[in-house]
C-alpha cells in the first residue's frame, strides 16, 4: 500500500508525532542500539539507507541528497519508506520519505524543546526558511507558547513568505538578522550552512539551541563556543560522533569530552536534567528509529490497526 505525504500530514499531526517519538523512549528504547546510516555516493549527490526495527515492525528508508536540485522544480532531499511486519517480516507499506522526513525532523525537535527548554519560554529565533524551518514552527507552537518568532534566512524572499504564513497562523513574526539570537528563548538552525550561522556568545544562558540542519562531521551550524558553554543533548552518542560535525570539531578540539554527551532518552525519561543557568545544546542528525517509530504511527492510522 502506497500512503502518501497528503495522507501523512492528515492523519498525524505534529503534536502526535511528537509524542509517538516520546512513547518510544519511554518505553525503553535504547538509539545508540539502532540500525546504522549507511551512504552511497552518486554523480549527483548522495544515497542513504536508514534501516531500523521493534517489536511491531521493521523498515527502511532509501533518501537521496541532490544538491543541484536547489531552487529548482524538484526537492534537494527525495526518497521512499518501505515498512514491514516485524513478525511475518511481509510488505505493509511504502511512505513517501520526503513527507515523512519532513514530520519526524522537527517532531524529535520539538520533543528536545518539550523536556531542555526553561518554564516560559516564549520567543524563537529561526535560521531557515525551507520545509525543515517550516515544520519546526508547527513543532515550537506544539511544544511552546509562542509568542514570537524571528525568521533569519539567507533568502530575504522566502523569509519573508514564512513570515507571512507564521502570521496567518495567528503568530507575531518579522524578518531578522543574527541579533534575534541574544533575546530568543529558543534558537532553530534549520539550514543547509556548513559554517556557524552566529557568534555563540549571543545566546542566552536560560536559552536552547536545536541544531538540525547536518549530518556530515565536517559541517556545523554552531560554533564552538556555544559547545563549550552549554549542556549538550544528542540523539546517541554513537550517531553524534560520526556524523554531527557541531559536536565533531568540537570534539576535536578539546572543547567537549564525549563522556559528557546527554542522551535524549535520559533527558526524555528523567534520568537527566540539564540545569538552566547555562545553554543547552540540541544536536540531531536523524536516525532510523525515529522513521521507524513515525511510519508504523502512520500506518496504524491508515490502516486501522491501532
Known amino acids: 500500500m502506497w500512503i502518501s505525504g497528503a495522507e501523512i500530514e492528515a492523519c498525524l499531526p505534529m503534536a502526535a508525532a511528537i509524542d509517538v517519538l516520546e512513547r518510544a523512549l519511554l518505553a525503553g528504547l535504547d538509539p ?13 549527490g548522495m544515497l542513504l539507507q536508514m534501516p531500523s526495527a521493534d517489536e511491531r515492525y521493521c523498515g527502511s528508508k532509501l533518501v537521496t ?47 528536545a524543546v518539550r523536556h531542555l527548554a526553561a518554564p516560559g519560554a516564549t520567543r524563537v529565533a529561526l535560521f531557515g526558511a525551507g520545509v525543515q524551518a517550516a515544520g519546526h514552527v508547527d513543532a515550537m507552537r506544539a511544544v511552546l507558547d509562542v509568542e514570537h518568532i524571528d525568521v533569519v534566512g539567507r533568502n530575504p524572499a522566502r523569509a519573508s513568505l514564512l513570515v507571512e504564513r507564521i502570521r496567518a497562523a495567528g503568530v507575531s513574526a518579522t524578518v531578522a538578522g543574527v541579533e534575534a539570537v541574544a533575546a530568543a528563548d529558543v534558537v532553530v538552525c534549520a539550514t543547509a550552512a556548513s559554517t556557524p550561522l552566529f557568534d555563540g556568545a549571543l545566546v542566552a544562558d536560560h536559552a536552547v539551541v536545536v541544531a538540525i540542519g547536518s549530518h556530515d ?86 490502516l486501522g490497526t491501532r
Open 217 to 302: 562531521p565536517t559541517a556545523r551550524e554552531v560554533d564552538t563556543a556555544l559547545v563549550r558553554r552549554s549542556s549538550v543533548v544528542v540523539e546517541s552518542r554513537r550517531s553524534a560522533l560520526a556524523e554531527a560535525g557541531d559536536v565533531v570539531i568540537p570534539v576535536g578540539e578539546g572543547a567537549i569530552d564525549p563522556a559528557n554527551l546527554t542522551p535524549l532518552a535520559d533527558a526524555v525519561r528523567g534520568g537527566v536534567a540539564p540545569p538552566h543557568d547555562r545553554p543547552r545544546l540540541f544536536k540531531g542528525t536523524g536516525m532510523p528509529w525515529e522513521d521507524l517509530a513515525t511510519a508504523g504511527a502512520i500506518a496504524d492510522r491508515v
Open 32 to 44: 545508540e542500539q539502532d540500525g546504522p546510516r549507511t551512504r552511497l555516493a552518486t554523480p549527483a
Open 65 to 111: 541528497s541532490c544538491p543541484v536540485n536547489a531552487g529548482g522544480d524538484r526537492p534537494v532531499i527525495q526518497g521512499v519508506y518501505v515498512l514491514f511486519d516485524g513478525a511475518t517480516m511481509s510488505p505493509v507499506a511504502v511512505l513517501d520519505g520526503t513527507a515523512l522526513t519532513s514530520l519526524r525532523t522537527p517532531a524529535v525537535s520539538g520533543l
